[in-house]
């Protein structure tokens, strides 16, 4: 039976030197309040000590939920592998963990999320560790980065291995000492279930990696039921693994958001309307990539203009022609915005985060819409870090799971950025000031994505801007389309630091797209 104990008496259980993971997707599915309590306990008594932490998606960010915040101090961390961490406009305080990183107070390893999760269940079944191809000629492979975040990282989280003749990477599973994860409800044995939550997210996989370890398991719950009251197909996590649970009765559902029981599926999103996106000189670009869509496909979402996209098919009266897939879990549905993004409202179904990536990273879906931050001249792909502003960037989360083996890829962003201001007159598009950082540039910062790879791959990448449509074609990186009143030398060739070639088959891209009323889409139907 798990003992049901205040927040201060359950930080009390984690001694020094251990390797703790948490559950947590930003504001979803955060133990918040329990990461809170570790960081008083350090304040108090200067314990635990040098710990290791593992957060899967995210650490939790700056609006609202403070997450990886309440453990960065120096000498209560060591060690962090996180897919993301907080982020947010420069013009807000960098997050204290960004300033350990960047001064080499701790170690710190940005990995695919994907991987971390699946990293969990070999600890707990005690294999060894993961050999994939996923993260291969990115920062994540130990050719270029190992995942290292600063200078004081070892090179020892992943490594390049000969296997069957040939090469993959290994990803070593990590025994776990403590798993802090969050529900909604847990009975008197410590079953634990999600109804309230947005995604179960890893939950199950990280409670099992402490457990079969020897370790763990503090649970987060708003509230404490009898025995027999809970459904057994309700239980996320059931009471043999569970320790200790402690109870947060106001806990967020997400970012903040309270509760919304559209999101956790308890109730119909029928007849919900939802805001659209406002017309303005992004709009076309969120359009643009709706046209690479068809009806009956299954599309991975990302962050930026492309979060729009299931906007662009609502305004269109095309909400059901595709499903939506997203990280965190959700099936279907209608993704979220902003601070609720990774939920969905009405999905049709809430899967786990393990199970979701597996599907990404045997690329089992059609197509995936995604941003970028910088481009190179081999196809390479930028989103998860900018030496000059490192803390406006999360990190990979699952960008590297999701574009390994994906069939077709879309990435959509603007052309150049810093104080870039565009404008719409008359069906053109006018470029009121440049920006002043150019986003085409000879290398990226940061290899996210390989653009060789893909080429090698026979995957099919789509780079959508403001001003022109770009492919990644065998001779190069190649402009197909162009925006109506974009100069091709003024706007495209002289704002970018590389070589781009024309296609023979260059047009203008569509009219409709630069006009404020609906379009009339039509999607194809899937081949």
């Not at 179960?200 to 649970?219: E, F, K, P, R």
């Not at 509230?223 to 806990?251: A, E, H, M």
Request: net charge negative; aromatic share 6%; charged share 20%.
């Amino acid at each position: 039976m798990p003992e049901f104990c205040s927040l201060a008496v359950a930080a009390e259980k984690i001694h020094d030197d251990a390797i703790i993971t948490v559950s947590s997707s930003s504001g979803l599915g955060c133990p918040d309040a329990m990461l809170a309590a570790i960081g008083k306990r350090f304040a108090d008594t200067n314990h635990p000590r040098r710990l290791t932490t593992l957060h899967p998606i995210a650490a939790g960010d700056m609006y609202g939920i403070d997450g990886i915040d309440h453990l960065a101090h120096d000498g209560l961390l060591k060690r962090v592998i996180v897919g993301s961490l907080p982020s947010g406009p420069s013009s807000m305080p960098s997050p204290k963990i960004w300033q350990m990183i960047g001064e080499n107070r701790i170690e710190a390893y940005n990995l695919p999320s994907g991987i971390i999760y699946h990293m969990h269940r070999e600890s707990a079944a005690h294999r060894p560790g993961i050999l994939t191809k996923v993260g291969m000629d990115t920062f994540v492979d130990p050719l270029l980065l190992g995942g290292c975040m600063n200078d004081c990282s070892p090179s020892d989280v992943v490594e390049r291995v000969l296997f069957d003749k040939d090469e993959w990477l290994f990803y070593r599973s990590i025994p776990v000492d403590v798993a802090l994860i969050r529900g909604t409800t847990a009975d008197e044995k410590g079953n634990i279930t999600t109804e309230h939550e947005g995604s179960s997210l890893g939950i199950y996989d990280q409670a099992l990696a402490a457990h079969n370890n020897g370790g763990i398991v503090i649970a987060q719950v708003k509230r404490v039921v009898k025995s027999g009251t809970l459904k057994p197909q309700n239980v996320r996590v059931p009471g043999v693994v569970v320790d200790y649970v402690v109870t947060v009765p106001d806990q967020m559902q997400t970012t903040n958001t309270m509760y919304d029981p559209a999101i956790s599926g308890e109730a119909s999103s029928d007849g919900e309307t939802y805001e659209l996106m406002e017309w303005g000189p992004y709009k076309p670009m969120a359009r643009r990539a709706s046209m690479e869509l068809c009806t009956g496909d299954a599309v991975n979402l990302g962050f930026g203009v492309s979060a729009q996209v299931p906007r662009i098919l609502y305004e269109e009266g095309l909400s059901d022609a595709v499903t939506w897939v997203i990280e965190q879990g959700p099936v279907g549905g209608m993704p979220l915005l902003d601070f609720q993004f990774g939920c969905a409202s009405g999905a049709q179904a809430i899967l786990s985060s393990p199970d979701q990536f597996t599907y990404f990273q045997g690329g089992g879906f059609d197509k995936s819409l995604l941003s970028f931050m910088q481009i190179d001249q081999h196809g390479c792909v930028n989103v998860s870090r900018l030496a000059a502003r490192p803390h406006v960037t999360a990190g990979v989360g699952g960008f590297i799971d999701i574009t390994t083996n994906a069939r077709a890829l879309i990435f959509v962003g603007t052309y150049t950025t810093g104080g870039l201001r565009l404008a719409i007159e008359n069906g053109k598009v006018i470029i009121l000031q440049e920006g002043r950082v150019q986003k085409l540039v000879p290398a990226v910062e940061h290899v996210s994505f390989s653009g060789k790879r893909a080429l090698h791959s026979g995957q099919h990448v789509t780079y959508i801007t403001e001003r022109c449509v770009l492919r990644l074609l065998p001779d190069g990186l190649t402009v197909t389309e162009i925006a109506p009143g974009i100069d091709l030398e003024r706007d495209i060739l002289k704002q970018a630091t590389l070589t781009l070639r024309i296609s023979p088959d260059l047009r203008v891209m569509d009219a409709p797209l630069f006009d404020p009323t609906p379009m009339n889409l039509q999607l194809p139907s899937k081949q």
